[in-house]
């Protein structure tokens, strides 16, 4: 059973009053892909089997389908000045579509054959978008070009990336995670220890800044122990973690506490 991130660091106690304001919790995970959040207005999310992204207003409650002419595949998504970027498999080629605020399609970036996760990608402040490379390194894509993010150092498998407080998260299981800023300096590293049997499944970062890994493990029973941690975005230290449980929907409350949850109520919205 998994009981804490093998990222090879002490998890330390955070103290209530450290934490900030926000809404009195908020969707991170759900059937096992991180959620997009669009500071404490708006989620949104993909589901495996669609060609459409769910935005929900935190504020009403209603629940939209986005994207559903224009994407194939989507899975990730970051949104950034209201721009929303998501990621998109169409006919064997990945791509980025950045969407305007009313879901406009504004431009289709290619990432066939640059990057090593066709889904896993970060968005810088400027918009410039940040993939992971086969030959070893963090490439940014642009119009004028691809050039070097920073060197990275390979593992077994390939690494998951966010947009995280104006630079870039990047996991890499057994190997590392790295927060770089904007410019692909490290503010921090810390090694990232692995195991046989166990999968990361995604990383998110919510509306109030936090950021969280979500793990799984195969059981005996052949089915999936999840448990979702939360990282400090200054340290990278496990600060939290929630208990092991066969669902991968998880919400984190407004003082920082991981819950699972159902995945059905955020799909439709409230009675009344």
């Known amino acids: 059973m998994i009981t804490r991130l093998p990222l090879g660091v002490l998890a330390v106690a955070l103290v209530a009053g450290c934490s900030t304001p926000g809404p009195p919790e908020a969707l991170i995970f759900i059937d096992g892909r991180a959620v997009a959040a669009s500071g404490d207005t708006l989620l ?9 992204i769910t935005v929900r207003d935190r504020r009403s409650g209603a ?5 559903t002419a224009d994407l194939s595949s989507p899975h990730h998504i970051q949104e950034v000045g209201g721009t929303w970027y998501v990621s998109d498999v169409l006919e064997g080629r990945a791509e980025v579509v950045v969407f305007s605020p009313g879901w406009e399609v504004v431009r289709r970036i290619d990432l066939a054959g640059l990057a090593s996760a066709p889904h896993q990608f970060a968005v810088l402040p400027d918009g410039r978008v940040v ?8 490439t940014v894509v642009g119009e004028d070009g691809d050039s070097t993010f920073a060197l990275v150092e390979q593992g077994p498998r390939t690494g998951l990336l966010a947009g995280a407080r104006g630079g870039v998260l990047h996991g890499v299981p057994g190997i590392s995670i790295t927060l770089y800023n904007e410019l692909g300096n490290i503010r921090w590293r810390l090694p990232w220890e692995w195991h046989e049997g166990t999968y990361a499944t995604d990383m998110a970062v ?7 890994i979500l793990v799984g493990e195969e059981t005996e029973f052949g089915r999936s122990s ?11 230290e496990v600060i939290r973690w929630s208990q092991p449980s066969n669902a991968a ?7 920082g506490e991981i819950l699972p949850d159902s995945s059905a109520r955020w799909l439709r919205e409230p009675e009344g």
């Open 63 to 67: 629940v939209y389908a986005r994207g």
């Open 249 to 255: 929907t998880y919400i984190v409350k407004r003082m």
């Open 44 to 52: 949104a999310f993909s589901r495996q089997g669609t060609n459409e």
């Open 206 to 212: 919510d509306g109030q800044g936090r950021v969280h």
């Open 226 to 236: 999840f448990v979702a941690f939360q990282l400090s975005p200054t340290t990278g």
């Open 131 to 138: 993939v992971e490379a086969a030959d070893g390194r963090l």
